[in-house]
């Protein structure tokens, strides 16, 4: 079957998806919620081309060799993250070319069908140029300050961002191909290489952050640390695929000179044709690289299947016994806090559906048991690191200040066991006989209840290292709760209006994603304001001798309302949430 | 002609499919039946192609799946249990694009005596995500047979199918066999497609317990009257039993020379060298 065939009718089913998804989209703009995250979506695009071209175009421009290194650095960082985090993913398929873009129907017409699998490859290299198109638009109005052609930015950018694409599948492709034994040494090399870098950008931040510095320093500080550590030499030398497209978007004519990994020297038209050259190169390394690594995926499952030959029978006996011991517990945890419940709360309300629900998250919970405590052990040693400097006032601040942010940005997409969880058994939580305040209460409880144990666990560490008054502890373990629950009734409230499944990818992710940034930008502003609010309100209204006392109580009284209207809002979003009409088609 | 050796499929610490070897001659239907997690998706995906063995060898018409996937799929069309559509596709879209992935030439007159056959025209235009699973099924398995492949796979076909729909699909697959194709299908509705196999393949726990004609199983359980009666006996059958079961079909012709036991026994060994 000749390669042009194979791509007619590949071309023929994105035509057909595309004019379907575009109908779907338009229908679904007509409804309120739909207009409500395009009402979101065109919000933020004029806030952030607003803010882009006011705010960061007012900035001192970046000489093109800075950028330069910039970009190609940061990529790197990028695809190092990317590689940690599929290193020591569970999900073993998550690295396979294709695993999370391609629907059922996909994998079965299109994997069963007679295409050869480097054009199923190609596939999901064309499928990423829209994203990739629009985080390019996205990037040009942060950097169009900083040269001189906006047009040649805007193409480098867009050749770094696919080249980068491309080096993220090989990547993923070799990570899939790893053994078991394979994997674990990765993730013994990862864990040095992390350490590394920390030490790094810890050593660059504590040599150029001032005395007493606070928070806008320190965060200014830590955004030069990470610009250092993109530029320094050993991620430099990583970065050199990526090296011409960044050649590309920050020269400022068409010939001048570059040097080139400090080895070579190439003018302007060399780079374009570098840049544009790198594209169908690692084309063909990704797929040799997937073909590669199914072939090593098949032989370490022989391997592996010789082992299990000889080891089954006492494995699975064993096994049984272990996993109905661990269900036995979770089962019993469960029914004791489902006692709990009913003593606590009034006889009106019914939590009994709700524990059914809290069981499965709990289960998923064990599961995932060692991805989420990972995920939660770097935030807490993040919010405690300020402990470590200087005896300061502004260090306690600090350290609530990252367990806040840590609440607000990490915990969610570490602790994805919620309604985002179940996008495709929508329809059968809809058909469970439970009220939808039991199906929010119980979707959010693990996620809300791990959040806050992280938040407690850090807080009670920071005043045992830094003895603090009493009321202070207490104020804060009561406060920030309330965090968890507000962080994760918008995230879920906001998943309900604009659905998405977990590891999408496309236009509507990346301004997906951005929305989201932006709300909780806006709630990170709102908490000090609200704080800032409140006691000088009671400075000025409220005696002296109460007005510390009475702004302690007002915060924890605005900060839980707050939290108990956002949990009505999400309760909300699930009753008007229809899987037939919400859930866009595959 | 399916040729199956030794084949086994490992998932991450299970091992679904062990030691399967059957050959199915062109122009045969063949009962794939057993009990729920006996490895029959498993072994029908891998002979689809959609599964890669972990040991064992396949051959589709003499086409090694390792060697000429392409060539393989070609000839194989795999229905699964409730075959994922393209939810944004219409029934038509699906025949079209069905068409140009197989590059069939003129494959409308084709495509609407399938769309006729299985009273699909009426929801030509409607899109997959709105028609119901009987629909779905049929329009999948019409998918299959647009591209005429020589050897079809159909994993509980049936399920969803109202009872015109099996009548209308079980002739399908006898015609469609009469024509010289292979068809392996998979069922737990044993009544019903007791009446179009021509051989019946047992599977429990990842092994083949049983393989031979239909007439030559009966032949084992004589007291079983029907054929879920026979299922019953061969499935809970006794180590010790099984042993004998084997002996009993590897008697029959048609399969004196494709039978693979499982970890064959002196005795067993005896048998099959008389």
Same mark, same amino acid.
């Given at each position: ?532 609010? &409140? ?52 | ?56 060898? &396949? ?133 019903? &497609? ?81």
């Amino acid at each position: 079957m000749s390669w042009l065939g194979q791509l007619e009718s590949l071309t023929y089913l994105a035509i057909l998806k595309a004019n379907s998804k575009w109908t779907w989209l338009r229908r679904r703009f007509q409804t309120g919620r739909g207009a409500m995250a395009t009402l979101a979506v065109v919000a933020f695009v004029v806030l952030y081309v607003v803010g882009g071209v006011t705010v960061l175009g007012r900035r001192e421009p970046t000489d093109p060799e800075s950028l330069r290194r910039w970009l190609s650095g940061g990529m790197v960082l990028y695809a190092l993250f990317h590689a940690i985090k599929l290193i020591w993913s569970s999900d073993f398929d998550q690295a396979v070319v294709g695993s999370h873009r391609d629907s059922p129907a996909d994998r079965l017409w299109l994997g069963g069908g007679p295409l050869h699998r480097s054009m199923l490859v190609g596939r999901e290299f064309i499928t990423v140029v829209p994203a990739t198109i629009a985080k390019s638009l996205l990037l040009l109005v942060v950097l169009q300050g900083d040269v001189a052609s906006r047009l040649q930015l805007a193409i480098g950018v867009f050749l770094s961002l696919l080249t980068l694409e491309l080096v993220r599948r090989v990547i993923s492709s070799l990570i899939a191909s790893m053994s078991a034994i394979q994997r674990t040494t990765m993730k013994a090399i990862s864990l040095a290489i992390v350490t590394a870098l920390f030490v790094h950008l810890g050593s660059v931040v504590y040599q150029i952050v001032p005395n007493d510095p606070d928070p806008v320093d320190l965060t200014v500080c830590t955004l030069a640390g990470i610009g250092d550590l993109a530029q320094s030499s050993g991620i430099q030398s990583l970065a050199t695929p990526l090296m011409p497209a960044a050649h590309v978007a920050s020269q400022q004519t068409w010939t001048i000179a570059v040097p080139l990994s400090g080895l070579f020297v190439v003018d302007g038209w060399m780079c374009w044709l570098l840049a544009i050259g790198m594209l169908p190169i690692w084309m063909m390394v990704l797929v040799s690289a997937d073909s590669w690594s199914l072939n090593q995926r098949c032989k370490h499952e022989r391997v592996e299947l010789d082992h299990l030959t000889r080891t089954l029978a006492n494995n699975v006996s064993q096994r049984i016994e272990t996993d109905s011991l661990g269900a036995d517990l979770v089962s019993r945890f469960v029914d004791r806090c489902h006692g709990l419940m009913k003593l606590i709360l009034p006889k009106d309300v019914h939590v009994d559906g709700c524990m059914g629900i809290v069981l499965r998250q709990l289960h998923c919970l064990v599961r995932y048991r060692s991805h989420v405590m990972m995920s939660l052990g770097i935030p807490t040693l993040l919010s405690l690191s300020p402990l470590v400097m200087e005896q300061s006032a502004k260090q306690w601040l600090f350290c609530v200040g990252g367990i806040l942010l840590s609440s607000i940005l990490l915990a969610p997409p570490a602790l994805q066991i919620d309604f985002r969880r179940d996008l495709r058994r929508m329809g059968l939580l809809k058909s469970l006989p439970i009220t939808s305040w039991s199906m929010c209460i119980g979707m959010l409880s693990v996620p809300v209840i791990m959040t806050i144990l992280f938040q407690w666990l850090t807080v009670t560490v920071a005043c045992i290292v830094v003895p603090t008054a009493f009321s202070r502890w207490i104020s804060l373990m009561l406060a920030m709760p309330a965090v968890a629950v507000l962080t994760f009734a918008i995230e879920n409230a906001l998943f309900l209006i604009f659905p998405h499944s977990i590891g999408a990818q496309g236009i509507g992710m990346v301004l997906r994603t951005k929305v989201m940034f932006l709300w909780k930008a806006v709630v990170i502003a709102a908490f000090p304001t609200s704080i800032a609010l &409140i006691a000088a309100l009671c400075s000025t209204c409220l005696p002296e001798t109460v007005a510390q006392s009475a702004a302690v109580f007002g915060i924890l009284v605005s900060w839980w309302a707050i939290a108990i209207v956002s949990l009505f809002c999400l309760t909300g979003c699930w009753q008007r949430f229809d899987p037939v009409r919400d859930i866009a088609p595959e | 002609m399916i040729e199956i050796t030794d084949l086994r499929k490992l998932y991450v610490d299970t091992l679904a499919v062990q030691d399967v070897s059957f050959q199915l001659p062109s122009g045969v239907v063949c009962g794939l039946v057993g009990p729920n997690g006996a490895g029959k998706t498993t072994t029908m995906r891998c002979v689809a192609g959609v599964l890669s063995p972990t040991s064992g060898q &396949i051959s589709i018409h003499g086409m090694d799946p390792e060697v000429d996937p392409i060539g393989v799929k070609l000839a194989v069309a795999y229905v699964p249990d409730d075959p994922p559509l393209f939810d944004d596709l219409t029934v038509g879209q699906h025949l079209d694009f069905i068409a140009r992935l197989y590059r069939l030439a003129d494959h409308r007159k084709h495509a609407a005596e399938l769309l006729n056959r299985f009273e699909l025209i009426p929801k030509y235009d409607s899109v997959a995500s709105s028609l119901s699973r009987g629909m779905r099924q049929k329009l999948a398995v019409a998918c299959a047979y647009l591209t005429r492949p020589k050897v079809l796979l159909l994993d509980e076909p049936l399920t969803g199918l109202d009872p015109p729909g099996i009548r209308q699909l079980l002739a399908s697959i006898t015609e469609y066999a009469q024509k010289g194709n292979t068809v392996l299908i998979s069922s737990h509705l044993l009544a019903m &497609i007791g009446d179009v196999c021509d051989r019946l393949l047992l599977m429990q726990d990842g092994e083949v317990r049983h393989q031979g004609t239909l007439a030559s199983l009966r032949n084992t359980y004589p007291n079983a009257e029907t054929l879920e009666d026979v299922f019953f006996a061969a499935t809970t059958a006794t180590a010790e039993d099984e042993t004998t079961d084997h002996h009993d079909l590897i008697d029959d012709e048609a399969w004196a020379d494709t039978v693979i036991m499982d970890e064959p026994s002196e005795v067993d060994r005896r048998m099959v060298a008389k």
